[in-house]
């Protein structure tokens, strides 16, 4: 019996070190189609987006380019797994949210993609000018932008006719306006509907900066020959015009406090209990879906903080980054799989199922971006914003962008629950983010 | 099959001075895994948790006993101290909790009655719940505005946004996470309390409240010693229900140790501070694990 077992034991391990030994050999082979592996962040219709984009790619190019593509969370988690790998290289291509910039070019693991695009003699200009400024610093293009978004102001029309409202607001000040008239009370006093509600998100605080025509950050917003070494927004006083706004807005009422991040925001909206909310383009095709009939959708621009803001928009979402990897023919075949990943007919498709925009030029050019233009007009409204801001607003590098936007978060809970104010918030952002940067700097430079 | 192996028969075969290295081969299996999962982290921890690191998580500056020494920096910080007290009293309610309402549904199906069998499935549904799902889940009830429970109750509470209940909502949840394990193991333990004491308790005119009191209790003492400390242990580690729900926030409320650990080490690029906190939460549970054992000798009828 013991006998038995011992034997089929020791063939298990055998026929395991077989296995092991014969997957060794596939990889070494030098035949075959290059294995390229992409990582993304990119779940829900999205994510399915990706994975049919890339079972086209490997059906085009079959026998020669085999891409594997890796969903690995959100882009959080997906960052913080890389940074975790330490620079072993787990895949070729890696998409990055905007914020990781700063320290994917710091981490001396990249590729910058303005290499292939010197030797390829590729034309940079098919990218949209203000997308490709923010991921252009010093003249190199460091990495493809993929999934481009700028936030919106997203508003229930249905409810915006009943009250007979007819101008979009564009600015806070037309807010607090148009959301008065929105508001509905029960007979018990408690608000049925707000008029406004937004999310406790840092990026939009990012992007009120940019709106302001000011700086998040000094030496040139981060994007000058030496790095940031301190925020700016405290000095120029930016950033307390935005808190106070947001201030205004959860203390009067005008919006319920809906926590950090904007799925609640998003759920409030589409059930009804808010008129308005601020949210991605990108979001733009999952709340047509999960409206449905409910009410008809209306997209303005991302609102100014005060009438007269000079300033625009920055691109957010995220773009590819070429690991390098030092294997050419590995480099080769994502060059080539980035090459059709931002081709207009990509774009367009991947524009129609998610609502980035198409970061190619061309792509506005083709049918399917056409149709669905004419099928949903609101995609419109985010491209006209898109060329309505200008590079300079291309919005801050910072090697701590993902802590300095848990801070600023973090302070605006801390104002929502009363214990702290407008003036000590703004303190209280900029002395924890210099803090961290300082150290930051110190270690990493 | 079973013989009798004499030892000594085949030992002398082999030189004696080879033997002392024969039970270490033995335990060479045990102490690599051991020793890569276990003590390598542990120690490469306490090591990091001396220096400033990088973004990669390499050790760049030393800093121990300097004054930028992390255990310093930690122990300078509000933010830590409300954290460490947010950790007591989350890890407190949990353990009680979770053993409370594992005892109560385990003695309202001690006795067998119509739909027992279903009501006890019930209670032991938790187990089956991974925490992240339920977390997702109560996000949804929990919503401030059209969420399940705010419309339960006719109002328009932030349960996971506002100070004053972020820190019960999340206990709340951990405790129904718990209690299922909990169930499941004190009804084992009920099985077991013998019959006889309950008659002769019965015989001596007891009650149902003193016979819970002075039989049951004190029969499962060793289940429900066990019990608390897997709840503290669980308690300390949780960690999904935080991110889920509250990021920690709002401010300090739920800024439990653990999650701090992740934010610095995973968000913020600190490892030598996560590292120091990871150190300090070891000494932690270190202590409370010691004064328990104490606690059981005194405590404890087996």
Known sequence: ????????????????????????????????????????????????????????????????????????????????????????????????????????????????????????????NQIEPNIAAYYTIDGTLYSMPFNSSTPLLYYNKTAFDEAGITKVPTSFEEIYEVAEKLRVVNPDGSVKRYGFGMGNYGWFFEQWMGKQGLHYVNNNNGRGEQYATAVAFDQNGGGLEIVKVWDKVLKEGISPYLNIGNDDAKAAFISGNIAMTLESTAALKSLLLNIGDRFELGVGYFPNIHKNDVGGVSVGGGSLWMLNTGDTRREDATWEFLKFM?????????????????????????????????????????????????????????????????????????????????????EGMARDINKALEEYNLVNY | MAKNFDTRAVRPAIKGHHFWLEPYLFLLPALLVFGMFLYYPFFRTIFLSMFLTNKTGHAKIFVAFTDKDNYLTLFQSKSFWASVAVTFRFVFAVALGGLLIGLTSSLLTEKKYRGSNFTAAVYAMPIAIASAAA??????????????????????????????????????????????????????????????????????GAGYWRRVWSVTIPSISPTLFFQIII????????????????????????????????????????????????????????????????????????
């Open chain 2, 231 to 302: 709840n503290i242990i669980g308690a300390f580690q949780s960690f999904s229900q935080i991110k889920l729900l509250t990021e920690g926030g709002p401010g300090d409320a739920t800024n439990v140790m653990v999650w701090s650990i992740y934010m610095d080490a995973f968000r913020n690029f600190r490892f030598g501070a996560a590292a120091a906190r990871s150190v300090i939460l070891f000494l932690i549970v270190l202590v409370i694990t010691i004064i328990q054992f104490r606690f059981e000798k005194r405590g404890v009828n087996y």
């Open chain 1, 1 to 124: 019996m013991k006998k038995t077992l011992a034997l089929i034991l020791v063939g298990l391990l055998a026929v395991s070190l077989a296995f092991a030994a014969g997957s060794k050999e596939t990889v070494a082979k030098d035949a075959g189609p290059v294995k390229i592996t992409f990582w993304h962040a990119m779940g829900g219709v999205n994510g399915e987006a990706i994975a049919s984009m890339v079972a086209e790619f490997n059906a085009l190019n079959a026998g020669k380019i085999e891409v594997t593509s890796e969903f690995q969370g959100s882009y959080d988690e997906e960052f913080a797994k890389l940074q975790a790998s330490g620079g072993n290289y787990p895949c070729d291509i890696v998409q990055i949210y905007d914020i990781g910039s700063r320290y994917m070019i710091d981490s001396g693991w990249v590729l910058p993609v303005q290499e292939y695009v010197k030797k390829d003699n590729w034309n940079v």
């Open chain 1, 342 to 426: 931002i081709s207009p007919e990509q774009q367009a498709i991947w524009n129609v199922k998610t609502g980035y925009f198409p970061i190619t030029v061309a792509a506005a050019e083709t049918e399917t971006f056409k149709q669905n233009i004419a099928q949903y007009p609101q995609f419109q409204v985010a491209i006209d914003q898109l060329h309505d801001t200008a590079p300079q607003y291309a919005g801050a590098l910072l090697s701590i962008f993902p802590e300095a936007r848990t801070t600023v978060e973090g302070y605006i809970a801390r104002l929502a629950n009363r214990t702290v104010d407008a003036k000590g918030a703004v």
């Open chain 2, 135 to 204: 977390s997702m889940t109560f996000k949804m009830v929990l919503h401030p505005t059209n969420g399940l429970l705010n419309n339960l109750l006719g109002t328009q509470i932030n349960f996971t946004g506002d100070v004053r209940y972020a820190l019960a909502s999340v206990i709340g949840l951990t405790i129904w996470l718990t209690s299922g394990i909990n169930f499941i193991f004190i009804s084992a333990g009920l099985r077991n309390v013998p019959a006889e004491l309950y008659d002769s308790a019965a015989v001596d």
